[in-house]
């Protein structure tokens, strides 16, 4: 099982239509272009593009997101990992890092997982707690499972005049984005990535920009992206002018229609507080810090909370390794 070129790999995913987004090989493509390097391997139903992250002495730490048939991964055989800890170990991996496409409600042995030495990783990369959003059935039945509050935004947002519509001007989409994370207080992309991830996706209709506009004045915008049959919302900004005429809401509505006319049966708005819903239920009008300050808003388009499985660990380097998970430890500390 040898590291495999892109063509191969996209010739592979071609028979896997539910692979997430970020196992495409434009999603490697996009990293390959800041900082990290890629490499692909295939045996059979597995797949994995591995990212690999320069850190310093020459040394890497690997990435494995959502790999395909994630839902087999533990019992993959000795060859598959052979192969993986193969190209880990030429890259100089201090670990691997495996984020399963798996709900955490789904079954996965613990003795499958030490008999190939993936640990349990108490440390995630992407937010593990998500919203889902089921965009099969008429738009009538994806309406009414929304709260009433959030269709009376979006009927509102009509009435005032908002229009949604497919935007290519990055720069200003990138503009928005610096207003967003400075009132949020979150770390945003540079105009280059942002303008890389549109390059590369677009022309294959794998994502757009919509941008909700008053009497032609911008004041919101996102990135939704599709891979198969699901969609994510990939990015989102929003002025400060005009928020009374509740564009944010017509522009997630319009979004999950572009994701439906492609295909796509379900809209994954990526990340809300990891907490259970009771939790989220009990707090979200009083909390505002991080992830809560959205989860508000999400909630509000009817999905289903869900958590992904929690991370694995496939360590390379122990002593570094041990490092590395004080380093996080301090970081977690300092919140």
């Not at 198969?228 to 002025?239: I, P, R, V, W």
């Not at 989860?295 to 660990?313: N, T």
């Amino acid at each position: 099982m040898p590291e495999v070129s892109l063509s191969d790999w996209n010739q592979f995913l071609q028979n896997h239509p539910h692979a997430h987004l970020l196992q495409t090989g434009e999603w490697g493509e996009l990293k390959s272009a800041f900082g990290w390097r890629t490499a692909r391997l295939i045996q059979g139903e597995f797949g994995a593009q591995i990212l690999f992250r320069k850190l310093p002495l020459g040394f890497t730490v690997g990435y494995l997101p959502k790999p395909v048939s994630s839902k087999q991964l533990p019992v993959a055989g000795d060859r598959f990992w052979g192969e993986v800890d193969s190209v880990c170990k030429k890259h100089r991996a201090i670990f691997l890092k495996i984020e399963p496409d798996l709900w955490n409600d789904s079954t996965v042995s613990n003795l499958q997982i030490t008999n190939h030495k993936l640990r349990t990783s108490p440390y995630n990369i992407q937010p593990p707690r998500t919203i889902i959003i089921d965009l099969r059935g008429t738009e009538e039945e994806i309406l009414a499972r929304m709260k009433q509050k959030c269709r009376y935004n979006m009927r509102l947002a009509e009435k005032k005049g908002v229009t949604v519509r497919a935007w290519d001007d990055l720069p200003a989409f990138h503009r928005m984005m610096l207003v967003t994370g400075g009132r949020d207080e979150f770390g945003i992309h540079s105009l280059e990535y942002y303008q890389r991830v549109y390059d590369l996706l677009h022309p294959k209709e794998m994502c757009e920009i919509l941008v909700a506009e008053y009497e032609g004045q911008p004041l919101a915008s996102l990135m939704i992206a599709r891979s198969g049959t699901q969609s994510y919302y990939l990015y989102g900004a929003s002025t400060n002018e005009e928020r009374n005429r509740m564009p944010t809401y017509l522009l997630q509505w319009e979004a999950m229609k572009w994701a439906r006319a492609r295909g796509c049966e379900e809209y994954d708005l990526w990340g809300v507080p990891d907490e259970d819903e009771a939790a989220l239920e009990a707090d979200f009008e009083t909390r505002h810090d991080g992830l809560w300050g959205v989860y508000r808003f999400k909630r509000g388009f009817g999905g289903e909370v869900k958590r992904a499985a929690q991370a694995l660990d496939r360590v390379y380097n122990p002593l570094l390794y041990k490092l590395y998970l004080w380093r996080m430890a301090g970081l977690e500390a300092g919140q």
